[in-house]
């Protein structure tokens, strides 16, 4: 599970898991939702790998990633006790954000 958390600490990565969730996609795919080169995100890809967290096949010439959500699950297990502190923050913003969206109306 550390190898879980130490690839989720960086903003890429974590942007990398919220583009597979809706299904596998190549790494070119992935690649150009970033201003970054491609050795870099597949750099990003790899730790991810490395963690678990996306799994890869190659398909001809092209790499496809998608996601793995067993580790996922095992963070999600971990934090559960944390929740009772996010919670309330979290509706609050929800009631802040439903009050704004009725006054805009």
């Known amino acids: 599970m550390t190898d879980a958390f130490?690839?989720?600490?960086?903003?890429v990565r974590r942007r990398l898991l919220e583009l597979?969730?809706?299904?596998?996609?190549?790494?070119?795919?992935?690649?150009a939702q970033f201003e970054l080169s491609r050795p870099a995100v597949a750099e990003h890809l790899k730790i991810l790998r490395d963690a678990e967290l996306v799994r890869d096949r190659a398909e001809g010439r092209e790499r496809h990633y998608s996601l793995d959500g067993a580790p996922l699950a095992e963070v999600n297990e971990w934090l559960h006790p944390f929740e009772q502190y996010w919670r309330p923050r979290l509706r609050a913003l929800a009631e802040i954000a439903e009050e704004l969206e009725s006054s805009d109306e």
């Open 6 to 11: 130490a690839a989720l600490a960086h903003p």
């Open 20 to 31: 597979l969730v809706n299904g596998p996609r190549t790494a070119g795919d992935l690649a």
